[in-house]
């Protein structure tokens, strides 16, 4: 029986075969490995890229600004202008009547960086202007009708058509001011301090201006409690220095007040056409600001490019007596009623259905701002703010 023959491989012939196959298992090695590396780069890059991703996706202040997170809008302004004193030209192009919580926001980072050091510092440059200093107070309170101790009463109407007309008792989310159309209001927690600021029509951004004023009024006098007429200089100058930074193209009148905590004086600055009244329980003025005006319809306002405004404004200190009223308005109030009719209203609601009927010529007799005009005028449609408070 034949069976396989035996080879008998010389050993150099077997050591060059074991090498053959080493070499080939180090080349297959070689090359998965070459094939892991290029895997796990491939990973790599794709973590990277992904990373990266996350990344460019992160929220910006535009991004937060469109979407209306106002948090966002908070935290990013602050790192904002932790950098630079200057609005990107973004921010204002970002702002109209619907999304005052978001300006609010930006309102908040701005004052917290760029006017709060300075205004709460004995140091700064409003030294000696300031009479009383307070703690920094909360910055969010709850919703409160105002009117709601029955002797404060805040109302405003917005329209610009005699057909077209909206009214509210105002009521506040942030605790320091609020907009209806292009006028705006603000009010201190403590109830003393009372800021009319009505947007200059025909100009954009003019009801964000009237906003951004009532609010970092009313935020600087709870900072600080001011003495209103001594403080207003400092106070002016530093809004003013806001729109510069701001460069939005809107304007405000601006009318300020102030009643002692002891109800025995009301105290008054005015830019523009705003009137502060004082009557006595008889329906008697006992006193009436001036409006004021650089010609026909052009009243004094702040704006980016105005100067010398706080030097400009007007400045009374008013004596209050018991069941006196004290009011303050803009000049949608003010073109439409007389100063004897105002005085003779029972509410603030009887005051703007007055002014809503002689503004629709629905009386057909002169109104203030016929004078004013010299011509014959009936009625002038307007957006409408009242703050109506009894001592």
């Known amino acids: 029986m034949l069976g ?7 050993f150099e012939y077997m050591a060059t075969k074991r ?11 070689m090359a998965m490995l070459i094939v ?4 796990h780069a491939f990973d790599l890059v794709s973590t990277l890229e992904r990373q990266d991703i996350i990344i460019t996706s992160k929220p910006t202040l535009e991004d937060a600004l469109v979407s209306n997170d106002c948090s966002a809008v908070r935290n ?28 609010s926001s930006v309102l908040d980072a701005y004052y917290d960086v760029l006017i709060r050091p300075d205004w709460v510092n004995p140091q700064s440059p409003y030294k000696g202007k300031l009479t009383e200093s307070a703690p920094v107070p909360e910055k969010s309170y709850p919703m409160a009708e105002l009117n709601s101790n029955g002797h404060t009463e805040i109302l405003q109407i917005t329209g610009q058509s005699k057909s077209s007309v909206s009214m509210k008792r105002a009521h506040t989310n942030n605790g320091k001011a609020w907009n209806f159309g292009e006028d705006a209001v603000g009010r201190s927690e403590d109830k003393q301090f009372y800021v009319v600021a009505d947007g200059v029509g ?6 964000v201006v009237s906003f951004a004023m009532a609010y970092l009024s009313v935020f600087m006098y709870e900072e600080s409690k001011f003495d209103l007429l001594a403080a207003s200089f400092s106070l002016i100058d530093a809004l003013q220095l806001f729109l510069k930074r701001a460069r939005l193209s809107g304007s405000t009148t601006l009318l300020l007040g102030r009643i002692s905590k002891d109800k025995s004086t009301l105290q008054v600055v005015n830019i523009g056409d705003c009137v502060a009244m004082v009557h006595d329980a008889n329906g008697q003025v006992k006193f009436l600001s001036n409006e004021q005006w650089w010609a026909p319809n052009t009243p004094y306002q702040l704006n980016y490019n ?11 200190s008013v004596k209050l007596e018991s069941k006196d009223t004290v009011l303050l308005y803009s000049d949608g109030i003010a073109d439409n009623v ?6 003779r209203t029972r509410s ?3 005051l703007l259905q007055v002014a809503l009927q002689q503004a629709r010529g629905s009386i057909g007799t002169d109104i203030p701002f016929s004078e004013k005009m010299g011509m014959q005028l009936y009625g002038k449609m307007d957006d409408m703010t009242i703050v109506r408070l009894v001592i």
């Open 76 to 103: 990013l302004s602050t790192d904002l202008f932790k950098e630079s004193t200057e609005f990107p030209s973004f921010i204002s192009a970002h702002f109209n009547a619907g999304n005052m919580a978001c300006w």
């Open 4 to 10: 396989e023959p035996i080879i008998d491989y010389p």
């Open 36 to 39: 892991l590396f290029c895997l």
């Open 202 to 207: 025909g100009a954009s951004h003019s009801e």
């Open 348 to 350: 603030a609601a009887h």
């Open 19 to 29: 090498g053959q196959t080493t070499t080939a298992l180090l080349i297959q090695n």
């Open 306 to 316: 105005s100067q010398f405004m706080s030097r400009l404004a007007d400045r009374y």
């Open 338 to 343: 007389w100063p004897m009719q105002i005085a």
